[in-house]
């Protein structure tokens, strides 16, 4: 009760502030950070070949102390975890390295260590390994730079009766919640033995402080959504964690209750699939990280996607009553939030389900409009109260080629919005030509967000095989920061 007064207060000073957020809020730190191995900036998005950022997760330890990166090895193969400084973003002690580790997944930051989701190839000649040195998902442990403990979360033995599980593409999340003690990581799974055998589909994973992968009831799952094409993860006091996946039939859902892609979740958009994708609403290859965050001290999350809208609901007959198909309202795509009061409860309605509205998007929180293309979506909270969304813009947008996947054009900038735990937009959005979002964006305690990027120019005009396949690498990392100057209210 108390809280809620503290919100509306806060809201109402922060009304009275416009253009909360301004350009000259935007810290750089550009190549601060040397790296002792390199690093290949470029992802090339499944099925378009358009370029993305490679993700390099980031995380800043419980006391403020400590912030590390993680990062593939531009040999793609070997996942470095560098230490740095929270202030000046430059390295702290030596470079740890995860070896045979095939993506930087995801990083949890503790006051003595780290926590990091990988992928690897078993050890040839292991009983029951997947064919081709596929590798499985699994989570490490460092503390003081030494490994503390490792647990695969797919492969031989885990949850074998379900049938067993690798990852050639991780393209999830790993969160923490220091309440419980307990890691959650939420990630594409692809099945080698049992009834999924050769299907993609997703799994959320528990695992507690000393390293045992946990089987909960209500919470662990080893099949969710098919075809995931995107997952927003976050942690709760408890499990089961805030969770979010799009899938291959039409929908996006807050799957925290059901961990798949029952009617029994909440429906928070209707996206157009085609051949299985719905957009890239949460980045699509190396998205998945900061698409869903939570409100500090509070149970209130954001969550910010990019979306073509949705008309003409139509019965999805292949999944039966209750299921839907949609058209795409437009051919480029907005960004769009949902707000959540607590990890199963959207604010507002839920997206239709009703077979023949004309609408199937009136539910959606638009924070653009009109006809160029938003990407690279990605929210941060800056406390109770104000978030940050983020979102890259092609100002001229070719979106034909691919119904459902990105677009390509000009790179317009990267904007950076204040937006309320309601949902309420503060100011303008502010722009900047020359820093992208790359990795998580963190809060850094003090009203402060900040995350990993590298300087460099971004092309968003072709795929990246139509670079002549030369490969940019870099040994050097920057990082960017935003900082909320009205809320000394916000803390
Ligand atoms: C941006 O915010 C700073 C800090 O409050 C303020 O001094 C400056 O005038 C603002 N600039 C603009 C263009 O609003
Ligand atoms: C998705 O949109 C395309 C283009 O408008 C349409 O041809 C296709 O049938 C839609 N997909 C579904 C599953 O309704």
Redo the contacts with the bound molecule.
């Keep these: 009760m108390r809280f809620s007064l503290l919100g509306v207060v806060l809201l109402s000073a922060a009304q009275s502030v416009t253009a909360a957020l301004n350009a000259s809020l935007l810290e750089k730190y550009v190549d601060s950070l040397e790296l002792t191995s390199s690093f290949n900036p470029v992802k090339e998005a499944y099925w378009t070949g358009y370029p993305h950022h490679r993700r390099t997760p980031f995380a800043v330890s419980p006391d403020g102390k400590s912030a590390y990166i993680a990062y593939l090895d531009s040999s793609e193969t070997d996942v470095h975890v560098q230490k740095v400084n929270p202030e000046t973003f430059k390295a702290v002690g030596s470079t740890v390295t995860v070896t045979g580790g095939k993506e930087a997944g995801g990083l949890v930051a503790h006051n003595d260590g780290f926590a990091l989701l990988t992928n690897e190839a078993l050890p040839s000649g292991t009983t029951n390994a997947p064919a081709d040195n596929t590798p499985v998902p699994v989570l490490y442990l460092y503390t003081n730079g030494a490994q503390t403990w490792k647990t695969f979360l797919g492969g031989p033995g885990v949850h074998a009766s379900d049938g067993l599980h690798a990852s050639p593409d991780l393209n999830g999340d790993l969160v923490y919640s220091s309440d419980s003690g307990i890691y959650g990581a939420y990630f594409v799974v692809t099945a080698y033995t049992g009834w999924a055998s050769g299907h993609f589909g997703d799994s959320i994973q528990y695992v507690d402080k000393t390293g045992e992968l946990l089987t909960l009831a209500d919470a662990s799952s080893s099949w969710g959504c098919s075809h995931n094409t995107g997952i927003a993860f976050e942690s709760a006091s408890e499990p089961p964690f805030a969770s979010i996946c799009a899938e291959d039939q ?1 929908a996006i859902w807050l799957n925290t209750k059901t961990r798949g892609m029952t009617t029994d979740g909440v429906k928070v958009a209707n996206e ?3 051949n299985g994708a719905s957009g890239e609403p949460m980045g699509g290859m190396s998205g998945s990280y900061s698409a869903l965050a939570r409100f500090k001290d509070s149970t209130r999350y954001i969550f910010a996607w990019p979306s073509r809208g949705a008309v003409d609901v ?1 019965e999805n007959e292949w999944m039966g009553t209750g299921y839907t ?4 309202r437009t051919e480029n795509r907005n960004v769009a939030v949902a707000l959540f009061s607590d990890k199963y409860t959207k604010l507002g309605e839920e997206a239709t389900s009703e077979v023949g509205a004309q609408d199937g998007d009136s539910q959606v929180n638009w924070v653009t409009e009109g006809v160029k293309d938003h990407t690279n979506v990605h929210a941060a909270a800056f406390g109770p109260v104000n978030a940050l969304v983020s979102w890259e813009e092609i100002s001229d947008p070719v979106c034909d080629e691919f ?2 996947m990105g677009c390509r054009g000009t790179f317009s900038g990267t904007y950076f919005q204040q937006i309320t735990y309601k949902g309420m937009k503060l100011g303008q959005p502010i722009k900047s030509e020359d820093v992208y979002v790359a990795g998580d964006m963190v809060n850094m305690g003090t009203r402060r967000i900040c995350w990993p990027y590298v300087d460099m120019e971004w092309d968003l005009a072709e795929a990246v095989n139509s670079w002549g396949g030369e490969t940019t690498t870099t040994t050097k990392m920057s990082f960017a920061c935003l900082k909320l100057h009205i809320s000394e209210l916000d803390d």
């Design positions: 039409g157009n699939t085609t139509s198909h949609v058209l795409p119904v459902a």
